[in-house]
């Protein structure tokens, strides 16, 4: 059997670097930031990638942050209360904020944020509705004086504090005066920056407003290939690059202008299963909905190859969503064992045929996200094929083909993707799944051994009852869960020997306090 390819209005970026002349020699005011993938939108409620992440949270403030290592820092807010039932957090915001349009920044415009992007008319999809809210219970913001504002939720969620600093927050005159297109072009934010310009495809453009921000203009550019996005660094035209792929590391170290920095990052990496009614009716469809089909797949592919081979990193196979050394200790990741796969296969019923095939099924990336993801994504298709599947892989343009899928939660029947995660609590990296109807459970998994437990987690009342109940929910999904386990996907940065930045392990790329040499 040959494995099938396809490009869906992609080009396959591969092979050594091409250079690239232009001068080094730029304004100290301004930080040029290479990206791998193009963004869809400023709209704070349908943001849900990484990548358009990054630059609104320039834009955007949040009452409060949390650094790396999970530490919850004051931003727009100064103090946090929680109430004796723990359904209700009071949040206080510093005195004299400003919006982008010139208004004061109150209560009433955080209440407006909350509100609106789980507005059914608005049919937001972004991680705020999708999973950020959903996961906490959310059930209302209200105003209750200038600077004081409520988040009410349903019930006591353990993590809502961590969860909240994930909102963008925006301005009610403005937004209310804009259409929802005019929303997702031009922002008007409460964050260090102002968006400037936006030329898609192509670059984006920040300007600084208040403090943190070292820089007065911060430049994000879209450059899809990668050798480009080296050559472009090595040349000085760009300060800090994303997913730098291994074969270029030694032609950035060996510059003398710039050097690669490798971060054990918190991305957990999966082969999706969608287990939704449509993809059902889609070849394949049906036989990915046995949980035994799902755990033979688990030993189809040989992750620890796939890491050292394309990624040229000793990573350990996953066992679930939660990052290490968060997660069941009791699990142990599946071996590369493809007659295992094989035998479970027949016993699930799928034998081969005369031509050697089980079923056929389509396997859909988007290219350019992740690091080297046309190659694994290949590998991956190989060693299904191997198997007896008869795959067709589809690989995508990202923002504009594969993200638009995303957001409609109907891509597949298999899936590539990685799903952003946090080294501060397991649960975090649960929520994505808090629910099936959450526009961030690609999968529409809906096992109610996992599904009940939220409910066990809001009422549990010790630290060790907790973690029982997480170790349960664990054990569901890597036995019979939606995602074929794949990696924590460590996070490759090329860095100009100009600039003073230093990565973060949860793939943020912020510069507010970066600085010249």
Not at 195 to 207: D, F, K, M, P
Not at 265 to 283: I, K
Not at 360 to 368: F, H
Not at 463 to 487: A, C, K, N
Request: net charge negative; glycine share 8%.
């Amino acid at each position: 059997m040959k494995l099938r390819v396809h490009l869906a209005q992609a080009a396959v970026f591969l092979g050594t670097v091409v250079l690239v002349t232009g001068c080094s020699e730029r304004s100290p005011d301004t930080i040029v930031v290479g990206l791998s993938a193009d963004i869809t939108t400023f709209e704070p409620g349908m943001i849900s990638s990484r990548d358009n992440g990054n630059i609104a949270r320039h834009i955007f403030g949040s009452l409060f942050s949390l650094n790396p290592d999970g530490e919850h820092l004051p931003e727009l807010a100064h103090t946090m209360e929680v109430s004796d039932d723990g359904t209700a957090y009071i949040y206080t915001l510093r005195d004299g904020l400003t919006c982008h349009d010139g208004e004061p920044l109150t209560a009433e415009d955080v209440a407006y944020t909350f509100n609106r992007v789980v507005d059914p008319e608005n049919r937001f999809t972004g991680n705020t509705p999708g999973f950020v809210l959903t996961a906490i219970a959310f059930r209302g913001a209200e105003v209750i004086d200038d600077l004081r504002v409520k988040i009410n939720l349903a019930r006591k969620n353990p993590i809502a504090f961590g969860l909240l600093t994930e909102v963008y927050i925006h301005c009610k005159d403005s937004y209310e005066r804009m259409t929802l297109d005019e929303a997702a072009s031009g922002p008007v934010g409460s964050g260090s920056y102002r968006l400037a310009s936006w030329t898609r495809g192509s670059e984006v453009v920040l300007e600084k407003v208040r403090d943190p921000g070292t820089f007065q203009q911060i430049v994000w550019r879209i450059i899809p290939e990668a050798s480009t996005r080296t050559a472009e660094l090595i040349a000085g035209n760009v300060d800090i690059i994303t997913n730098v792929v291994p074969e270029q590391v030694d032609a950035i170290n060996n510059s003398g202008r710039a050097e690669v920095r490798v971060v054990s990052g918190t991305r957990r990496m999966y082969l999706g299963f969608n287990l939704s009614e449509e993809s059902r009716a889609q070849p394949g469809g049906d036989a990915i909905q046995d949980a035994r089909v799902r755990r033979a797949l688990q030993y189809a592919v040989d992750v620890p190859t796939i890491c050292r081979q394309l990624l040229s990193f000793e990573c350990e196979r996953a066992t679930g969503p939660v990052n290490p050394p968060l997660g069941n200790p009791n699990l142990s990741p599946y071996p590369f064992d493809p007659a295992t796969a094989e035998r479970l296969l027949d016993e699930a019923g799928w034998a081969r045929d005369a031509d050697g095939n089980r079923f056929s099924i389509q396997l859909q990336a988007g290219q350019g996200r992740y690091v080297n993801d046309v190659n694994i994504v290949l590998a991956i298709g190989q060693y299904l094929q191997d198997v007896g599947l008869d795959v067709d892989v589809q690989l995508m343009e990202w923002a504009s083909v594969y993200t638009p899928l995303l957001r409609e939660r109907s891509m597949g029947p298999l899936f590539f993707l990685g799903t952003g995660g946090g080294l501060w609590s397991p649960i975090y990296d649960m929520t994505d799944m808090a629910d099936v109807a959450s526009s961030t459970n690609y999968t529409h998994w809906d096992d109610d051994r996992w599904v009940s437990r939220w409910a066990d987690l809001s009422d549990a009342e010790t630290p060790e009852e907790t973690r029982s109940i997480i170790d349960e929910m664990l054990q569901v999904f890597y036995d019979d869960g939606p995602w074929v386990h794949l990696y924590f996907q460590p996070d490759f940065y090329g860095v100009s020997n100009r600039v003073v930045w230093e990565a973060r392990r949860d793939e943020r790329v912020e510069v507010f306090e970066a600085g010249l040499r």
